[in-house]
Structures are given as C-alpha cells and as structure tokens.
C-alpha cells in the first residue's frame, strides 16, 4: 500500500477528529449520520453515500436501517453487493454498471460508476456496511483505507449505542406532539423537522419522491420499498423509483417495461382507492394481494393526498412479519401529510415543464416555418423549417434579423416580384391586428410559398407582434396547374378529332357524294380517329407508368433492325424533311424492350417532325459512348447514345426544365398552332429511366433542338 503524502495524513486526522466528536454528539443517530455525510463529503470526492446497519441485532437480515446522503443519486443501490461487502469483512473497491432497470421506471441511462463498499465490524460483530458511490474512480482514490478504516470503529460504536438506546427505550415512550398532529417517536418527529428545509426548497418531482423513498426506508427500517404516481384517468399505479427489490419482480403488479398495475391490484391500489394508510403484516395470508417479491412477507402501503384524491402511494416491505407496527405506520402517515403540498407544487412544475418540452417539439418538427416576430419585424424565435424554406441555412440566428429587410435582401435574387413582398411587409406595419396573408413565388429554383401573419398577444390583450406560419405550396399549385391544363388540353384535343369525326359521317348519312368524295371523307375520318386513339393510349401510358404497372420484356434486341422500320413507318410523314441517319462504327445489340424501344425512338422522331414545320434536316444518330463523355452521375458501365436533332423552332432556355413535366407545353404561337397533349416527352423519359439510361435535351430558339438517351449494352449488363 502506498504511503499517504503528510498534508493528507493531517487533513484525514483532522477528519477523523470532527467524525468522533459528531457521532457522540447526544443528537439521534440519522441526525448525526447525515452530518457524517455532509463531513465526509470534504474529505473524499463522491456522488451519493449510504449505511445499512443493523441496531440491534447487529447482523444481516435482521431489523436494518438505511441512511442516505441528502443528494442522492436517482440510481438504486444493489443491495446485492452491500450483501456482499458484509460477507467478505474487507473494504472493496469496484467499477459497476448502472441504469436499465433502475429508479424512475427504468427510464435512465445506462452508465459506469466506481464503488466503495466497508464493514463496520467491532468485536467480533458486524453492525453495518458504509458505502459511497462516485462517476469517475478519480473520486474514491481520495479515500485511503486508513481514513475509512479509521471511521468504521466510531459508526460501530454510535450503531450500538443507538441499539442499547432503543432498547432501554421505556415501552410507551412517545412525543407529545409534532408538526401534523400526530404522535410520534421524537426520533421520528425529528427527522420530520429535519426534512422541512429539503421539502420547502424547490425540488423537481424525481428528486422529491427519491427523497421520500429514502427517508421512510430509514425510519421504518424496511428492507425495500417504492413510490408510485396515481393515473385516475387509466385507473393505474405508475412506478416512478424504487429500491431493495429485485430487477426482475414488480411492486406488487406484473412485471413488465411499462411498468404499471391497475389500482384494483396489490395493497396500494387499495390504499390510493381508500385514501388511507394500509399494514399487512403477511402478506402471503392474505387474499387478493399478490406478493412485492420473492421473500418480502410484511408491506405497508400509504397514499399521499392532495385535496380529496391520492397523487402518489409510498410501499414499503419486509422479509419480517414484525416489521412494521403502529410507530412505523403514524411516521410513514406524517411524512405522507408533510410531503403532500411539496409533491403537489413539483407536480405542477413537472407538467409545465413536459408541456413546454412537447410544445418545443412540435414547433421544432413541424413542416411549417414558424418565426415569432416583434412589433418591429424583427425575428426573436424560429423553427428549423422557417431557415429551409426560405434558404436561409443559419443567417436568421443572429440577434437583429428582420423580414422587412434581411429577409427580402437574401430573397431579392429569386423574387419574381419583389414588391409584392415589401408592400406585404409595410402591410404588416400598417395595419397591426389584420390576419394578412400572401404567395411569395421564387425562381432557380421555381417554389411558391404561402405565408400568414397574425398578431400575437400578451396577457392583457396587447398586441406584441406577429406569427408568420410559411408553408411550400409549390406540389399543390403544380398539381393545380396539371390539372388545369389536363382538362384544358384533353378536352381541346378531343374535341377536334371528334368534331371533324362527327361533322363528316354526319355528310355521309345525310346524302350521296361521289366515290372520290366519299373515299376523302372516310380517310379523314380515320385519321381523327387515329388521334383520337393515339390520345388516349397516350392517357392510359402515362397512368400505367405512375402506377408503376409497366413491366419491360427486355432481350438482346438491334438498333439498326428497329431504324429500318421506323423509317419505313415514318415515310409518309417526311415529305417536306430529310431524314439522315448517321450509325457510327458496329453498335454492340442493346438490352432493351423492343416495342417499348421503338416507341421511345418514335416519340423523339414525330416529336422533331412535329417542331420543324417548315421542314428541313432531321438527323438520328446512334454511337457508342465513351465513359469519359457520361455525366458524373451517369451509372458505370458501357453504353450506346442515340440522338434526333431537328432544324425546328426550338426551346427557350427558361422552358427546358419543365418539358418533361406531365402535360407541360412551351406557350407560344407555334406551339399552341401545332397541338398536342404534352405528354410525349414524360412518356418519353419514364420508358428510358425504365431501361437504366438517361435522357437530356440541347435547344437553341429558333435553330433547333438536339434530345438524346442512353441505353445498356447487352453483353456488359448480362456480366453484371
């Protein structure tokens, strides 16, 4: 063993010094065993302390009494190792586990502690056990075997005395009277006055109820006990902590992570229900009562009331049939009166507390930007989606950010009307109680927001701000505007075919034409009726694919095979274009749908006929491309490009986002001459994304365009 340093050997003496005097003071043993506490805390670094001693029986399993620390850790203690402590007969030192299903209902972290565990024994007897717990094992190392082992001779003598004490005690002895009116012990009446300054102070609910427990586990001498909150609502007894009991056996209740038992279960379910204090001396006597646990026979049960209704109930049990009499049920009476108005005012702070936490969860997760704004518009408190819908990432979290002037400063880049936003801020100013409400539409990227103001209010009505709520708008107005068009553009282009349908079979039936005449109407009229079937196959595509019902039959399939037909296909249509097909190089065979293939390529050909009216070169060129020329986020692997590039009217830089979008048309002269229902392209990209590759797009107005995809190699995805 190590020598102690002299100024340490010094301060220890003098240690050693102050606990001898204190614990032959005349004050009763827990009085002078909590100033122990408060001395022993100077000399060595700990969390929490606790004595189990046995008065007067001086042996383990006998009538015991614990003394805790007043700043108590919320972990229980294992009453297991103090067993073992008191077996062993030598001081121990440990680091030990914590947490799982421990105090509060299980609901604590698990974590790592250093422990000290020492024997009281004097003369051939054991009179107890000193133990002190602490969160680094820096803290014990203070406490020299020679400091603890110096302290154990003088709580062996004040054990003893206060168990000769107790029994010279004459039988009947009790105090005249104490703070609640009822008769005590006057060790027990002073442990009541000793817990006024504890009770009085503010203390949060745990720490009230751990206290509690400790307390009425000391003066009743009881081997384990709990404390259990009272939910009327469910009809249910909720443990909140407890201690002496094994990890896996509930308090009278099933066992289980809930941890709860119906008030019409056990003795404390009677006691709360009742409303009085309850003492069965055996449990296992009794009927309807099922046990605390393995070995525990005697339990005292007592309500805590505020007002006309139990709030908590304090369980206490005990090995021993005798362990609890009528002192032991008139203190564990007092403490429950005494402890009534405190647990009631920690109550009422516990559920502001939880309310005001679950308020600040739902403001920091809802999808709504919330910011509370001052009558001067500046910013006092935000919501992390506030930050992402405006793009503000951080900037609003310094101390003099206003809407009205660094809001609309970040924004003005991406406002498409700046002054729509100011004029609702001086709106704002202007008029201090309206609900006012506004859209605020962005660009690069496009996004619609709505945003609401409203006037908030203080406790005499007056106005002290606003609440702007924002919310993206931006997939309800699109849905709205896809909806729009859709009735819009479906109806215009049934609405031609048929009418041309309908108008020319109406001139057939109503009388004779010539052969010749009779021949162009019915080809007119298939030719509407063949748009008109082509629109909805059209319809029908787009919803199988949204659907996710299109299922490819792909195989090792030509490109050059599918050029040929569609060519053919198309040579009516080419008459005022030219067609050159530009195949570079052997093109490995594509692992492809075919007719889903020839559909693509078909939609991108009709596509640069349809856009080059006035004619002119239309090129299909096909190649295979270098891993080099893929985009970054292109999949790896080998792969052929097929391109269709027109002479036609072109695509405005603004516009080449969106003409993949679902029924999306450029709005110009041309485009409103030349129809359709917007669908083409969507098709389009979803067959190709089908198949694994990519489609994109070159345009320059009035010079043309230039669509090209990829598709997958069939040898190189038959290896994968």
Known sequence: MMTSPPDQVAQELAALGAAARLLHDDDPLHVRLHRLFDLLREAV?????????????????????????????????DDGLTRTVAREGVIARRVIALGGGGAGGGRLPAARAAYLGAPIRWGGRLWGVLELRAEHADGLRSASDDLIGGMLPLLAAAIAEEGRRRSDLPTGERASDTPTGLTLRAPDKQRLVALNSSLDAPIDLHDLLSLLLRRALEASGAEAGAVALVDHDQGELVLHTFEGFADDVGVGMPSGPRQRWSLKTGLAGQAALGGRALLVRDVTLEPGIPGAGAGLRAELAAPIMIGDRAAAVIILSSPRSDAFGEDELSFVRALCARVAQPLSRAMHYQEAIESALYLGQVFSSLPTGLALIDINGKVLRSNPAWDLLWGLHGHARHESFHVSLDLIAHLLPRLHEPLGLTEFCDRMQRSPAQDLMVTVRLQHPTQELEVRAVPTRDSKDQITGRLWAVSDVTR????????????????????????????????????????????QFIGTVYTEAERLSQLVEDLLGMSRIEAGKVKLNRWVVSLTNIVYELTTQLNTSLMNHRLLIDIQGEIPPVYADRDKLKQIIFNLLTNAIKYSPGGGEIQLRIHEAQASTLPEDHPEGRWVVVSVRDQGIGIAPEDLARIWERFYRVDNTNTRRIGGTGLGLSITRALVELHGGRIDVESELGRGSRFFFTLPVSNDLARR
Do not use: M, N
């Open 45 to 77: 670094d700990h969390r929490d302390a606790r004595i189990t001693c046995w008065p007067q029986s001086a042996r383990p399993g006998g009538a015991r009494q614990q003394f805790y620390s007043a700043d108590a850790w919320p972990y229980p203690w």
């Open 476 to 519: 309800e107005r699109e849905s709205d505007r896809v909806k729009g068009e859709f009735v819009s553009i479906v109806s215009h282009e049934l609405r031609t075919p048929l009418t041309s349908i309908l108008g020319y079979t109406e001139l057939l039936l109503s009388r004779d034409f010539s052969p010749e005449e009779r021949q």
